[in-house]
């Protein structure tokens, strides 16, 4: 079992910041690629960006230039930097990992997800 614990959503102006962080626990081998996605009222889930272990990232066209993933392998947490923020930001960032467990089992873990309410 593995779990994943975002943290740092919540309501904000337009043109702010917020960082959102992910933690990981559990039954963890190693974790591959982590990323966040997010999903607006009435629309598909959608990545926002996404870290390899190694470090290389990318993101989405909507976002670069002002949001940056990064990662603490050591404590096995994610992070996204979200600066700028624009109505259309608002969403349920949820995080994810791949992930493989102590059986060598590879899993697709997601958290619950942190809602970010941008206001104009």
């Known amino acids: 079992q593995v779990q994943l614990v975002e943290s740092g959503g919540g309501p904000v102006q337009a043109g702010g910041s917020l960082r959102l962080s992910c933690a990981a626990s559990?039954?963890?081998?190693?974790?591959?690629?982590m990323g966040w996605y997010r999903q607006a009222p009435g629309k598909q889930r959608e990545l926002v960006a996404r870290i390899t272990s190694g470090g290389s990232t990318n993101y989405a066209d909507s976002v670069k230039g002002r949001f940056t993933i990064s990662r603490d392998n050591a404590k096995n947490m994610v992070f996204l930097e979200m600066k700028s923020l624009k109505p259309e930001d608002t969403a349920v960032y949820y995080c994810?990992?791949?992930?493989?467990?102590?059986?060598?089992?590879?899993?697709?873990?997601w958290g619950k997800g942190t809602l970010v309410t941008v206001s104009s």
């Open positions: 994810n990992a791949d992930v493989t467990g102590r059986g060598y089992t590879r899993i697709n873990a």
């Open positions: 559990g039954s963890i081998l190693s974790i591959n690629a």
